[in-house]
Structures are given as C-alpha cells and as structure tokens.
C-alpha cells in the first residue's frame, strides 16, 4: 500500500520569534524539519511532499515542495492537490516543527488506522484546566476526555482531500476538517517526546531529548553468510540483478547468495534465526521464490520492532563473473527493496586468490552485515 507523507512546513514562526522560522533553526546538527523527513524516509514512505513558505522553495532537495497557503488548512489543501496528480492510499500529514518522530508511533498509526477512515496521536490530558482574565483565575474546566493533539495525522488518501475540498475556512487541525466530514477517526496513544517547537524552550527540550537519546541509542549489529553452488544456467542473481554467466547458482529459491546473506545479517540483528526459520526450505511455496520476499521481510519485521536501517554492507566472494560493471545497479536494487538511500548500501566483491572452492569456481560465498538503530 503506497504511503506519503505530508509535512506542513509554510508559517512564519510568529510565536517563536527570532530571525528564522522555527522549521529552519539549527538542532543537533540539522535543521527542525530535516529531522521530521530523515523519520520518514527511514520508515520508507514511497512519497514526501514538504508544504513551504513561496520564500522557501528552494530550501530543500531531495523531496517534492509545494508554496502553501495564507492559513494551515490552505496549505494541506495544496500538498493535497499535488499528491492528487498520483493519489497514495494513505496520506500522514505532520507539522514540521515537530522533530522527534519516533518508528513505533508510525507503527501504531498504521495499525489503528487500519479499522478506521484515518488515525491520530494524542496525549490524554491530565493537569487540572483552568479559564482566566486579566492574569486571574476565572474558573475551571472537566479534563475527562480531553486530548492533547498531536502529528502525523494519517488517513486514507481520497477522503481526507475530499474532506478539505469541501471544507470551508481554517480549522484546528486535519482531523477537525475530517470530523466535519463525518469521518471516524481513531486516537493513537501519543509521545510525550513528540513535542511541537513553539518556544525557544521547547527547542533546547528537543536538542536534550536528541543528546540524551544517542547516548542510550540502541544500536544492533547482525552479520550473514551464505554460499550457493554452481549448475547448470546461463546466469546468477546476485543482490536482486541478473548478471550474465556460463552457469547458474543451485537453490531452493533463486539461489541469490548476497540477498540470502544480508536478510540473515537483519534477521540476526533482530536476534531472530535466519531465512531457514521465516521460510523453511522444506515448504515447497517458497520453491523459486525470489530472495526480495524474504529481505522485505526481514525489513519489516525490523520496522515492526521500532529499528531503522541505518546502513547495511555485501561482500561477494567469487572469481567469477566479475562484479564490478554491476555494482551500481545492485546498490539501488538492493536500496529498493530496504526502502533506504543507496549510500547506505555498500557492495563489493572480492576473490579467494583461487583458494577453496570458490577459488575452485565450484560457487559463491556472500559476507553481510548490518546495522539497526532505535
């Protein structure tokens, strides 16, 4: 199912104050909003559209920008009505000046959002709620089911640009516009760490939260390896690309040694088995399967488990064919399929100086490692 992400990024900071909008300022080495799209890249969203000031446009590379509006509802509208032109199924719009997006609220967006028209993180409130005048207390409020409101707010794509076509004036947020389209909306138990850059305050929060978060960042190691011999064939699939040889690799799937190994370097991190676990070879479904279902696989379950990718490395061991012509295309293959950048990606090959039976050319041996972070 194809999922984009919307980023409202087009005010001025007004509260703020200070000489840049609060989505430009400096944090932790990025800017605010940089922060909000690396979440979502990593999440492997297929689309992210950043909704900007018109001054703005050229402040970003590497995803699509639209000009917004004068108000925050025009402005989805217009990051709406771009994504329109090749509608996803489902749209999470988020405010860019929320920088700490965490993997598992993604995750349990996408789940409650499933049994309904869209989904919502919010935080229960439970400080006592005043009314006041003139800096007096004037009275007080019932907090019983009361919400703190938070981003991404997900929904099914044509709803949610039907509800705003239709929606007249500003509103709070998107799931006001889809409650007035009579949408039913599930509310997903919030992060306190989600917080919104209102205040300078509020940006030294997100910067300690950041400092605090690499010191005790969960970062996983897993390492694969695995060898397939030689038949008969006139090609080898290695890293997801066919590669032209006198003969092919013997497997119960496609026999593709380099994809094999790094799904068991994500299995591995996970602390989760290997292939022969997940999709026994004795299950003849998976006969000629192609190795990209089991790396998505892996993927996933990483992503379920709240890990992003953060870079994975493929040693090929062979004296032939040689490797080198098809680096590249394994590199955005192999990216693809993990729903990463291709730089973090690395394939190389090397031989056994005719040692072994891959000096033999009797087949061909794969080293993969990779790293996971939460």
Known sequence: ?????????????????????????????????????????????????????????????????????????????????????????????????????????????????????????????????????????????????????????????????????????????????????GLDIAIVPGDESNLKITTPGDLERAAAHLESKGAAMDIRTGNGFDVHRFGAGDHVILCGVRVPHGRGLQGHSDADVGMHALTDALYGALAAGDIGRHFPPSDPQWKGAASEIFLAHARDLARTRGYTISNVDVTLICERPKIGPHVPEMQREMARILEIDPDRVGIKATTSERLGFTGREEGIAALATATLLA
């Open 1 to 181: 199912m194809s999922r984009a992400a919307l980023i409202v990024a087009a005010g001025r900071g007004t509260r703020y104050g200070g000489p840049l909008p609060k989505q430009w300022l400096p944090l932790a080495g990025r800017r605010v909003i940089d922060h909000a799209i690396a979440a979502f890249r990593a999440a492997g969203f297929e689309r992210i559209v950043a909704v900007l000031h018109p001054d703005d446009l050229g402040l970003l590379e590497g995803v699509e920008t639209v000009a917004g509006g004068a108000s925050r509802a025009e402005s989805v509208r217009a990051g709406l009505e771009l994504l329109a032109a090749d509608p996803p199924a489902t749209v999470w719009i988020h405010d860019g000046a929320r920088p700490l997006l965490r993997p598992d609220l993604l995750a349990r967006l996408a789940e409650a959002g499933a049994g309904a028209d869209g989904a919502a993180p919010a935080l229960a409130v439970t400080d006592a709620l005043w009314t006041g005048a003139d800096g007096r207390v004037s009275g007080v409020r019932d907090r019983t089911g009361l919400w703190r409101a938070q981003t991404p707010q997900m929904f099914g794509f044509a709803a949610i640009l039907a509800a705003h076509r239709a929606h007249a004036g500003e509103a709070a947020d998107d799931v006001a516009v889809a409650l007035a389209a």
